[in-house]
C-alpha cells in the first residue's frame, strides 16, 4: 500500500502558483520524499527530492516542516504543459518506491 | 544510453501465450525496477534488482511472471500463459543506490495488449 495520501484532482489555470499537499503520518526516519511528474503515454518523470526543510530546483519547490508528516510541491506560474499526473512518495534510498494514485492536475488558460 | 530503453514499445499477444519484455538501462545503474500500470492508476511495482539478483520480488503477482538480469545490466520480464488482465503498460526503471537517492530514471514502457 503506498505510503502517502493526496488530493485526486486539482484545477488551475496559467500563470497560476500551483501548491499540491501530500501527507505521510508514518514517515520513517530513513524515508525521502520524492515527486514524479507524469504526462500520458509516457513513463514518471523525477522532479523534486528532500529530507526536510525546503528545497528548491529550476521546475519546483518541496516544503517540508519539521514533524514530516507531510509536504507540499509548489509548481510557480503554471502552463497548459504543466497539466499532467503528480506523484507524491517515501522510501529508503536502495528500496522499491510505492506509487498510489497520485494528483491530476489540470491547467486552463 | 542517454536514457533507459524499453522493447517493445507495443505487443499484441493471444490469450495463452509467452511474452518477454526487455529493458535497458541507464549504463552504471545498478538498481532497476519494474512496474506495470494500468490505465486510471499509478504504477503497480514488481520487481526490483540489485545488480544481478532480485533484491524484492514481492509485487510479482503470481508464478507466471519472472524476471532475470543475468549480467547486471539488461533485464527481461517474462509472462508465462498471459491473460486479458495482464494487459498494462510494463515501466523500467533504473538508479544509483545512493545514500541521498536522487530517484528514478522510467522509461517509456511497453504496452502490453493480451486479447
Known amino acids: 500500500l503506498a505510503k502517502t495520501t493526496q488530493p485526486i484532482s486539482m484545477d488551475s489555470y496559467e500563470g497560476q502558483e500551483v501548491n499540491i499537499t501530500c501527507s505521510h503520518n508514518n514517515i520513517a526516519t530513513n524515508d525521502y520524499i520524492t515527486w514524479y511528474q507524469q504526462f500520458p503515454s509516457q513513463g514518471p518523470r523525477f522532479i523534486i527530492q528532500?529530507?526536510?526543510t525546503k528545497v528548491t530546483n529550476e521546475v519546483a519547490s518541496l516544503f517540508i516542516p519539521a514533524d514530516r508528516k507531510s509536504s507540499t510541491l509548489s509548481l510557480p506560474r503554471v502552463s497548459l504543459s504543466d497539466t499532467a499526473v503528480y506523484y507524491c512518495l517515501v522510501g529508503e534510498a536502495g528500496t522499491a518506491l510505492i506509487f498510489g494514485k497520485g494528483t491530476t492536475l489540470s491547467v486552463s488558460s | 544510453g542517454a536514457g533507459v530503453s524499453q522493447t517493445p514499445s507495443n505487443k499484441v499477444t493471444e490469450k495463452g501465450k509467452y511474452v518477454e519484455l526487455r529493458c535497458d538501462p541507464i549504463?552504471?545503474?545498478?538498481?532497476l525496477y519494474w512496474y506495470r500500470q494500468s490505465l486510471g492508476q499509478g504504477p503497480e511495482f514488481l520487481i526490483y534488482f540489485q545488480g544481478t539478483g532480485a533484491a524484492d520480488d514481492s509485487g510479482l503477482p503470481n508464478d507466471r511472471f519472472f524476471a532475470v538480469r543475468p549480467e547486471g545490466s539488461v533485464s527481461t520480464l517474462k509472462i508465462q500463459r498471459t491473460e486479458r488482465g495482464d494487459s498494462a503498460v510494463y515501466l523500467c526503471?533504473?538508479?544509483?543506490?545512493?545514500?541521498?537517492?536522487?530517484?528514478?530514471?522510467f522509461g517509456s514502457g511497453t504496452r502490453l495488449t493480451v486479447v
Open positions: 528532500g529530507y526536510k
Open positions: 549504463s552504471g545503474h545498478t538498481a
Open positions: 526503471a533504473s538508479s544509483f543506490i545512493i545514500k541521498y537517492n536522487y530517484g528514478y530514471t
